[in-house]
Structure formats: structure tokens, C-alpha cells
């Protein structure tokens, strides 16, 4: 008598990339040429996949104020009309689509000087080095680095403390072009210059002071407060007012807004002279995060805020109130996963998912925005103590309650023979495999199955997201193993999970789809 095995195959889209596969990557190789006293070329890695990049460059020394961000196309951009002799930042963000990467570190570079009048160095001397810049700032160290003068032999270093630091001084004679310093205080006012030996044994002048910061070390440090009490009110469908209390002594606050989850691009940095601003522009049913940090006098600013997150109405007109789910639910539970489930609230146009553990049980957390009443949790512990809660998110911004906590445990752990269970509570292992991963859009994905020992594959294994749409049905009726061609057209780049599900189990891989 055969023993059928009936299962599922399910491959959903996660909202949120893992942490161990980012799908949009770090801009990162920041460089730099400076070309005249006044224009300098920037330069980066190309990241694959990137549509484009975000690039942001500030003035940091002393001086009138200059600030430039734009969207570039290529990972190369040159910046005119600078200030001779001026000390500036920049920093680049990788956009895919509408995914974005999060910010490189500030690269600090500075032009060169506008010489004075007169003839140039005689034949003995060399120039003064140039391109001074600092990375890898910490809170008690940095390197700092410079062009390579031709014909120098060594460079002399020296760096001191600035305004309202303690007292910190350097000096060193190296024969390379870049140098680590530590001793650094958190949140203090640094400066270097340099100086080339050239080979007839004389020094250059030295180059013109470079300033920069320590590294702040943690909200609260330094005498620039956060701003606190951000919030949300005359949401639209395309604009919404973002607001936050005000910080003692300061009167000018930059904003800034993006674009979040399955939302058009969208980005906006301002310099408020207010403590609320009114953001337009946004496209309907979107979702939005902004942030908000001080500038304080002496050039100081504060750590930027969290990330406060609002969408923007459905375009359908005013709404009643937002309604907790209901029903909470679990089904298909394993020592390792769980399905999760709720009612359809009506009127929600998505919902916020939160699993946490319980006692005695190793740290799990996880987080989703979805728009089914259902969803696997997979990478829990056998034996393990969890609780899960939802509240549903509605027109105009607005979110319900959360639900009360639903508190389950998973069951000891199946053994060696994890397993789909047939009729006549025999189990056979499964062995999974999807290859090739990750695979390219619009190449097949190989899914083959082997039964530890000979049994009957029979049931049907289909495909759809976690809003429910399904894209193929594929029957199967094989024994002992089974190999399916699985086309990825249609779905979009980034992760998917595969399950194969059961009344018994589920067990379940991951993989990624790149174009």
C-alpha cells in the first residue's frame, strides 16, 4: 500500500532583507583628487545592482555655509567652486531601485591653498603637501593622510587639540604618506598639519591647518542636545507635517525625510529654522521615516534622532478608527517554525508583526509589515517558550492597538528523522536542496527532493507571495525523490523562503534571486 505525502511549497518575499544578505550594498573606496584650489573630483566603488547614488558634501571648517546633495548615476562626481585652502566632508549612499543602502562614513578632504603672489618654491624646496584628509574615526583614534609630494624623502606631523578639548599634541617624521593617532577624547576639536623633507634636505612650508572632530561617542555626548517628542499630524494623501519639541539655545535644526518599504523614492534634507515642517510631494499610501538632529553654535550638532515612521492616506477620504486584531492563531507547528494567523480587520491596509521569546528560551526577535493574516516563523527552538502580537495599520497614518500577547511552545526537537509523516505514522527524511543560489532573474530554480527511504512523493507544490497570490500549481507523483524546474520570471530580485509543508512539518530553505 502506498503511503502519500501531501505538501507545499511556499516561497514568500521578505519585506525585510536579513541581516546576513543585504540586497543593496554600502558604497564604499570613498577617494578623492583635488584638482584646482576650487574643484575637487570624488570618487567611489561601483556597487552591483545600484541605480544610482546619493551624494552629500559639507563645508567643515570655519566659514560661509556650503552644502551639497544630489542624486549622481555613476560613482564618480566632481565638485567646483569650493573655497581655496577650505576643509570639507562627503559621504555616499547606495540607491537600488527603490531599495537604499545605509550612509558610507564622512571622508574628509581639503583644497588646496591659493598661493600668494610671488615666483613658486626655488629648486632647493618642495611643496607644501596637500589633500589632507582623516578616516576611520573612532572615539580614541584616526588616520590621517595626504598626497605624496614629488621628490619628498619624509613628512613632519603635527597635531594638536582645538576649542574647548584637552590639551593633546603630536609630532612625528614618517616616511609614508598617512598616519594612525589614538589618544583621542570622544567628542573633542582636533587639527594636523603637515610637512615635506625634500631630498636636498630642506622642508616645505607646512600645509594650512586641518580640522576635524572626534568622534562623538554616543547620544547625550557633547553640549548639542538631540531634539526629542517627534511627530506626525495633518497627514494627507501627499504631504503630512513633522513636528518635535524644541532644544534649549537652538534655533536652526536639519530634517531629514525618505522613503521607506514598497514606496517610490523619495528624499527631502532641510534646515529648519522652526520646530515642525510641512513635508509635500509624497505619493499616496506610501510610507515615510524622518529624523531630526541640533546645530548648535561653534559648528557643533547633535547625533541625529531615530528614525520616526508615518504613511501617507489611501487616497479613499477619512476613515473610523483603526481595529486591534482578533483571532490570534497558530497551525503547522514544529520544533523549529510556526504559521501565525489573525482575522481580516476590515478597512487595514497592513499589519505589524512582532515574535518574541518567552521564558527560558535563547534571544528571538523578529518584526515584519505585512499585508496577509498570516505568516511563517521559522528559526525558533525546539522546546522553546515564544509569544506573538499584531495591531493593524489603517488609512491616514493610523495604527490600532496592539493585541494581546498569544504565548505558545514548540515541541521537543523530531530527532534525526525529521520528517513528513505518512499514513500509518511512518516518517521518512526529506532531504531539500534549491539550486542554483542565488539565481539570476528570469533563470529556473532547481527544487529536488529525496526521500531518505523509498516512498511514494505524491501532492502538488505551488508558489506565491505573502499577499496570497499564487503563481503556479505543479502536481507530483514520484517515488522515493522528485525534481522540479521552478521559472522565476515574474518575481522580483531579493529573498525568498521555500517550505515544504505538511500536517506533521515544515522545513524550509532560503534563497535569493539577483538581476
Excluded at 508583526?353 to 525546539?382: C, H, K
Aim: charged fraction near 15%.
Amino acid at each position: 500500500m502506498k503511503n502519500w505525502f501531501f505538501f507545499t511549497l511556499i516561497m514568500a518575499t521578505l519585506y525585510a532583507t536579513p541581516s546576513w544578505a543585504q540586497s543593496c550594498d554600502d558604497a564604499t573606496g570613498l577617494t578623492y583628487t583635488v584638482l584646482s584650489d576650487t574643484e575637487v573630483q570624488l570618487d567611489w566603488d561601483a556597487v552591483p545592482n545600484a541605480t544610482g547614488y546619493k551624494l552629500r558634501v559639507e563645508l567643515e571648517s570655519p566659514g560661509a555655509p556650503f552644502e551639497l546633495r544630489l542624486f549622481v548615476s555613476t560613482n564618480s562626481h566632481t565638485v567646483a567652486d569650493l573655497t581655496p585652502g577650505a576643509v570639507y566632508k562627503f559621504k555616499v549612499r547606495t540607491q537600488c531601485g527603490g531599495d537604499h543602502a545605509s550612509w558610507s562614513d564622512n571622508v574628509f578632504f581639503s583644497t588646496t591653498s591659493a598661493p600668494p603672489g610671488g615666483g613658486g618654491p626655488g629648486p632647493a624646496s618642495c611643496t607644501a603637501p596637500d589633500g589632507l584628509a582623516v578616516s576611520n574615526l573612532t572615539d580614541v583614534s584616526a588616520t590621517l593622510s595626504w598626497n605624496a609630494v614629488p621628490g619628498a624623502t619624509a613628512y613632519r606631523v603635527e597635531v594638536e587639540d582645538g576649542d574647548n578639548t584637552p590639551p593633546y599634541h603630536q609630532e612625528t617624521t614618517l616616511t609614508g604618506t598617512s598616519i594612525d593617532i589614538d589618544g583621542l577624547v570622544a567628542g573633542g576639536q582636533y587639527k594636523f598639519k603637515v610637512k615635506a623633507k625634500c631630498s636636498s634636505g630642506n622642508f616645505s612650508d607646512y600645509s594650512p591647518w586641518f580640522f576635524f572632530p572626534g568622534n562623538p561617542g554616543g547620544p547625550g555626548s557633547g553640549p548639542c542636545a538631540m531634539p526629542a517628542g517627534l511627530s506626525v499630524t495633518d497627514i494627507t494623501d501627499n504631504s503630512a507635517l513633522v513636528s518635535w519639541d524644541p532644544v534649549p539655545g537652538v534655533t536652526t535644526y536639519e530634517l531629514e525625510v525618505e522613503d521607506a518599504d514598497n514606496t517610490p523614492i523619495f528624499f527631502l534634507n532641510e534646515l529648519v529654522n522652526a520646530t515642525e515642517f510641512l513635508v509635500t510631494g509624497l505619493s499616496t499610501g506610501g510610507n515615510y521615516k524622518f529624523k531630526v538632529k541640533s546645530k548648535c553654535s561653534g559648528g557643533n550638532n547633535s547625533d541625529w534622532t531615530e528614525w520616526f515612521f508615518f504613511s501617507t492616506g489611501s487616497g479613499g477620504g477619512p476613515t473610523g478608527p483603526c481595529v486591534t486584531p482578533t483571532e490570534l492563531a497558530i497551525n503547522d507547528l514544529t520544533p523549529t517554525s510556526v504559521l501565525v494567523s489573525w482575522a481580516v480587520v476590515s478597512g487595514a491596509q497592513a499589519y505589524e508583526l512582532q515574535v518574541e521569546d518567552a521564558d527560558n528560551t535563547p534571544p528571538f526577535s523578529i518584526n515584519e509589515i505585512l499585508t496577509a493574516t498570516e505568516f511563517l516563523v521559522t528559526g525558533l527552538s525546539p522546546s522553546g517558550n515564544y509569544k506573538f502580537k499584531v495591531k493593524s495599520k489603517c488609512s491616514g497614518g493610523n495604527n490600532s492597538d496592539w493585541s494581546d500577547w498569544f504565548f505558545f511552545s514548540t515541541p521537543a526537537n523530531f530527532g534525526a528523522e525529521t520528517a513528513l509523516q505518512a499514513k500509518g505514522e511512518q516518517k521518512a527524511a526529506l532531504d531539500l536542496q534549491l539550486f542554483p543560489n542565488p539565481v539570476q532573474l528570469g533563470a529556473p530554480i532547481t527544487l529536488k527532493m529525496t526521500a531518505a527511504i523509498d516512498r511514494q512523493l505524491n501532492g502538488y507544490v505551488q508558489v506565491f507571495d505573502l499577499q496570497g497570490r499564487l503563481y503556479l500549481t505543479r502536481e507530483i507523483d514520484q517515488n522515493g525523490s522528485a525534481e522540479l524546474s521552478i521559472p522565476s520570471a515574474g518575481l522580483s530580485p531579493g529573498m525568498y523562503q521555500v517550505v515544504i509543508r505538511s500536517a506533521t512539518d515544515v522545513q524550509g530553505q532560503r534563497f535569493r534571486i539577483v538581476e
